[in-house]
């Protein structure tokens, strides 16, 4: 006779063993879910699902045992299990933030021939975690010749990363103690911060100008006539021969530390970039080498390579700086050194016990070892504290509008389920909008969650003209004198565009952008509501600007974005959800996704679950056309994969965004530079690979470093 030997088992949906209903190493089963479960014992008893290696999102975090792998949105912090846990996942804050310094220190006030840099660094001991709530400096002088500048140095990575937080002149601020508020990264062992106050006092500058050619950044010597930088951006090199084939040499090595260099394109003056330099220049023979950091670029970016480029350095006539002294001020803080060079530059650094004006507000934070970090959202880089910035005001139309992540939602549109939506077999990667006039999630191509629309059309050029499908076209030959345009409701995609047409009003703006050269545009505000005159739009528009021109039956790409007119605080950025009804915020507790007009939401079967990951541009057939843009200013988790990806929206500063490549790789942007500089070979679709993408000068150069293999 065969023994049948079983093992505990249960019948009931969802149901898991606890520690007590199991042995040491004993299975149990669950027949109705099909699942296995073991009781194991690392030090502590946990039940292990064997099922269970994937990652599964499980959305916001709430007070359960969670199991490993198992990913939770807690606050600013996305977190994945390492191990069977019921701790916190996010870190958490451990009493009040508190100052280094005094509130009114006995200073020494020596003075400096050059201007000064002064500050502190800061290296985290062992199991100590924390965050820099705010910044304050101390200002020796009011004197509007004086500028202050307060820099956060980033000295874990090499090249360091230079971030300028702050700058202002002398009479804006206060004689003693100015708060700068901030909201970095957590801090910890490993972890090595600078933070930096540059003074300078100049009462006058002299110019120098001129024009170089944009030749290609690296590790080479610029052509001649031309100034690149390093990859990195932290080297710029000028060739000592500019493009009049005059010798500048003496002019070039007199562009000291503090100097502010610009160079615009002198056929796009929208494309710029600004360089602060840091240390006194060096003579590479052929060229002038100076350290830098980008200071800014211009709205359409830095001048390209190739670029006649019109240059021109603002060199301070340098004057004598006060700085502040405290004898050991830091000597009770063991991981923290002042840090002070007097040389007009920042090199030949002192390091000490010294305090010399500036401190730094700390929290302490409780991490569980029992998660590991995916994504930080919010947080680095100044911010201020409280509410956000302005938008628009919410509809008052008694109905509860939720604000999440800088959007906002309609708690009457809920999307539970991929039932919920509007497709016969909703199937991955399918972008959904809410459609207002049937109540319902229908698959929608161009929109994103931030307001904005790209469509794909051809131009038909005026006078006359009536645009027939996928076609568009103006009331004038002459642009600037644009009153109208003429849009057929349907793109190139054979998609009807009328949903996101019908939404437009004055205030917001519309683009013609050429497919294949983005430096070609029409851009126009609009002016009153589009009316729709049989299947063409008729859109009431005034000139805004323009850079080249048009033809006709050109491919070009009608860019929109919503602009609400009217403005409110924003809700607190807090990863909490929170209702707008009656001109109040109230936190809304939701694990359900919301949605109105222009959410777009991405379908990832395996979780059963939508995602935002992606804003996707321009129309498309098939999953071999398509292109995904991450907006930046939106979230810095995404998910997907697949088709040419390129990065929008993307922030001052310090950046970095995380992206699952759940299916096939996507082609990325040239240019990036991968850890160890080699680009990864990627994980075959159906395995998870985690990319870290980060960025420092607005993407103008991406680091980029990868995971492989999570099954």
Known sequence: MTNVIKSKRSAVQGKIPQNADLALGELAVNTYDGKIYMKKDDGAESIVDLNREAMEWRDLYQQIEYQKNEVVRDGDYTMIANKTTSDRAAPQKMGLPANLLPDAPTWATPSNSVHTYTGLKITPPADRFFQIASFRVWAPSTDPDYTYTVWGIDNSVTPALWEKLYTAVGDKLDLGWNSIPYNGDLFSEGSIFQGILETENSSANTTISGGWTHSSTGNADPDSQAWNTSNNNTTLRIDKTDLDSTDRTTELLSINAGTNVTFVDAAESLRSVEYEVTEDPVDSGSHISYSVTVASTGPNGAPLVGAVCQMTALVPIPGTTSYVTLTDGFLSFPSVQGAISLTGAFVDVTYDNTAYGFDVELQDYTVSEDWDVVAISGGGGASSSGTGGEVGEAPIDGTPYVRQDAIWVDGKTVLNTIDDVVALTPSDGDRLAWDSSSAAWIPKRSQSALGFAQFAYDMLLPPGATPGGADASRDNTDVTLVTMLYINEVDKGSNDNSLFFDELSPGDWINYHLDDNDQVFEQYDISGA??????????????????????????????????????????????????????????????????????????????????????????????????????????????????????????????????????????????????????????????????????????????????????
């Open 530 to 711: 589009p009316v729709l005159v049989g299947s063409v739009y008729e859109v009431p528009v005034i000139y805004h600007a323009h850079a080249g021109s048009l033809s006709n039956n050109n491919d070009i790409n009608v860019h929109i974005r919503y602009i609400a007119p009217d403005t409110i605080n924003e809700a607190p950025v807090d990863g909490l959800p929170y209702s707008r009804q009656d001109a109040g915020w109230t936190e809304t507790p939701i694990t359900t996704v919301f949605g109105r007009v222009g959410n777009v939401l991405a379908v990832e079967s395996d979780y059963n679950a939508f995602y935002m990951p992606f804003v996707e541009t321009g129309g498309y057939t098939e999953a071999t056309t398509n292109l995904y843009a991450v907006d930046c200013s939106l979230y810095n988790v995404f998910f997907g994969g697949g088709g040419a990806m390129s990065f929008i929206n993307i922030p001052n500063g310090m950046y970095s965004c995380t992206l699952f490549i759940t299916a096939a790789a996507p082609t990325w942007p040239s240019g990036i530079k991968w850890q160890g500089g080699v680009e990864p070979t990627w994980s075959s679709a159906g395995i998870t690979d985690i990319v870290v993408m980060s960025t420092v000068d607005q993407g103008i150069n991406w680091y980029g470093s990868a995971s492989l293999g999570y099954v």
